[in-house]
């Protein structure tokens, strides 16, 4: 692996463990086990680093958030399939989990992949709610991008409530809680 | 104000604002205008005043949230009054902010008042929407206790969706989107 990508790979671990405040470059040189002259010759320092890893992990989450959503199925079980895709619960959300660090929102450069990232989630969500809505499967009356904004939000707060717990039983209970309510607006023909 | 209130408030201010990690003991005296001395008289330390602080925010939101869950009207009006209640969306919040520090989850002690505050939310609004079942209000298959945890998922969830946009606008989409699935579970002669 390049000391490049060793610098972003450990980066993204610690800002996902630590958060940005709490990730000194050192901790950043010491997990890659490469010198400070290595890190300075590729990025022009923690920003520039960090900008690389949260571009990345919010990649990464986009990909995987879209294998569940574009799978096969009606518009409940692709959005079922993303609410119950495997997660580290307790570990949270590594993009999430940025928006409470003071210097990444106030920083319109770290703050845009989070914006991207959720906007991106929140508007195919709504795509595939309304592809079931075109396709009878869902009531008409349901509106797509509030709902979309209620499913991205529901595994946000499910994190939050279950490290608060340190328990997975939160987050899967406003799951199901979610699915259940998503499911009556299944259309009886559908379901 | 004593001084060891002066403290709390002071602690309360900046954990919200920069976290626990990004909270010293010195930016902490300099807001509360207290020297070494002081703390140290009534605290054991940065712990032990976070404790303190972090009690007394989530019984503030105890108490708030309460006056909605436990106001007049029916289940889903006062859901309706927690979930659309005033809020500093673009603060966050500062219970469900303690979640993303490790040094408060790893501990015990300070992870405590956040399971104790999450735990009771969840509870109450449970109450309040099993509540609507006996009184004929609501859907007698809603799951009460997963519901509830949807309601505290969605305006955790909110806020870091409203966070990582810089705009208050997922928040409000993500309740509008919960309210009208709650909606369509209130029974015909109810609603």
């Known amino acids: 692996?390049?000391?490049?990508?060793?610098?972003?790979?450990?980066?993204?671990?610690?800002?996902?463990?630590?958060?940005y405040v709490g990730t000194s470059p050192k901790a950043i040189l010491e997990r890659a086990g490469v010198g400070q002259g290595s890190m300075y010759h590729h990025f022009a320092g923690k920003s520039d680093l960090a900008l690389a890893a949260i571009r990345r992990t919010a990649e990464t989450m986009k990909e995987s958030a879209d294998a569940c959503l574009s799978g096969p199925g009606t518009a409940y079980e692709r959005v079922a399939a993303y609410?119950?895709?495997?997660?580290?619960v307790l570990r949270g959300c590594p993009i999430g989990r940025m928006t409470q660090d003071r210097?990444?929102?106030?920083?319109?450069?770290?703050?845009?992949?989070?914006?991207?990232?959720?906007?991106?989630?929140?508007?195919?969500?709504?795509?595939?709610?309304?592809?079931?809505?075109?396709?009878?499967?869902?009531?008409a009356a349901?509106?797509?991008?509030?709902?979309?904004?209620?499913?991205?939000?529901?595994v946000q707060g499910g994190y939050v409530l279950a490290r608060a717990?340190?328990?997975?039983?939160p987050f899967d209970a406003a799951v199901r809680?979610?699915?259940?309510?998503?499911?009556?607006?299944?259309?009886?023909?559908a379901g």
Chains 1, 2 share one sequence.
Do not use: C, H, K, Y
């Open 165 to 169: 717990a340190d328990d997975t039983a």
């Open 142 to 154: 349901l509106d797509p991008a509030a709902t979309a904004a209620t499913v991205a939000a529901v």
């Open 83 to 88: 609410l119950l895709r495997e997660r580290r």
């Open 103 to 139: 210097d990444v929102v106030q920083s319109p450069e770290l703050r845009q992949p989070l914006d991207e990232m959720f906007g991106w989630l929140r508007g195919r969500i709504a795509e595939v709610l309304a592809e079931g809505q075109r396709r009878g499967e869902l009531a």
């Open 177 to 189: 809680g979610a699915l259940a309510l998503l499911a009556s607006q299944v259309t009886p023909a």
């Open 1 to 19: 692996m390049s000391t490049q990508e060793r610098l972003v790979r450990s980066t993204q671990e610690l800002l996902w463990e630590r958060g």
